[in-house]
């Protein structure tokens, strides 16, 4: 078991990956235990996660071999692909499909899909998901860094840079802990 921990390092957050210590960014509102985490609040929760899969855009990265792929889910994004943090859907906190239609009602979603970098590649955290309680959040991830390196929703975000350290340093049972 491997754990990459998330605390603030002198006046600002890192995120340490085997002996590498790495600035990252948290929500905007800060760390906020999980019992009291809400959809919208802009916080990240804190608790030790166990990273489920990851997301990549293929057009942008795509190094993923057999070894890596025994070690983590690994799913490609396409600009059909969103993330549900409707409260009122049967899909919050889950992957779901966006529709072009535009005559199909959809639950409200985060398209994965972006214009920016921020999620050219991320890993679910699993957070919320365990089961799945609504309002409690949803979509919290480990994406890359926005360019002006805000805070994010309640996310944790490194520069795009840094994950290849992070998926070499993988393991079957690879964890990360917010404190």
């Known amino acids: 078991m491997k754990i990459w921990r998330v605390r603030k ?4 957050y890192a995120i340490e990956i085997a002996n590498k210590v790495i ?7 800060g760390l906020i235990s999980p019992k009291f985490k809400r959809e919208g609040d802009y916080c990240t929760p804190i608790g030790k996660w ?3 899969s990851i997301y990549y855009r293929e057009d942008k990265y795509n190094f993923f071999n057999d070894t890596i792929m025994k070690k983590i889910t ?12 409707d409260i009122n859907s049967s899909n919050y906190n889950q992957k779901i499909t966006i529709e072009n239609d535009t005559n199909i009602t959809q639950p409200h979603h985060e398209k994965l899909w972006r214009e920016d970098d921020a999620y050219d590649i991320f890993f679910d955290l699993g957070y919320n998901k365990n089961p799945i309680i609504k309002k409690m959040g949803s979509a ?9 390196l805000r805070p994010t929703s309640g996310c944790v975000a490194m520069k795009k840079e840094f994950f290849s350290h992070a ?13």
């Open 74 to 85: 690994t799913q490609k994004i396409t600009k059909s692909c969103g993330w549900c943090d």
């Open 50 to 52: 166990k990273l489920q």
């Open 9 to 12: 390092y002198n006046d600002q």
């Open 167 to 179: 998926i070499k340093n993988l393991d079957l049972e690879t964890y990360i802990e917010i404190v």
């Open 140 to 148: 919290i991830f480990l994406h890359c860094s926005f360019d002006n």
């Open 23 to 29: 600035p990252c960014q948290v929500g905007k509102n």
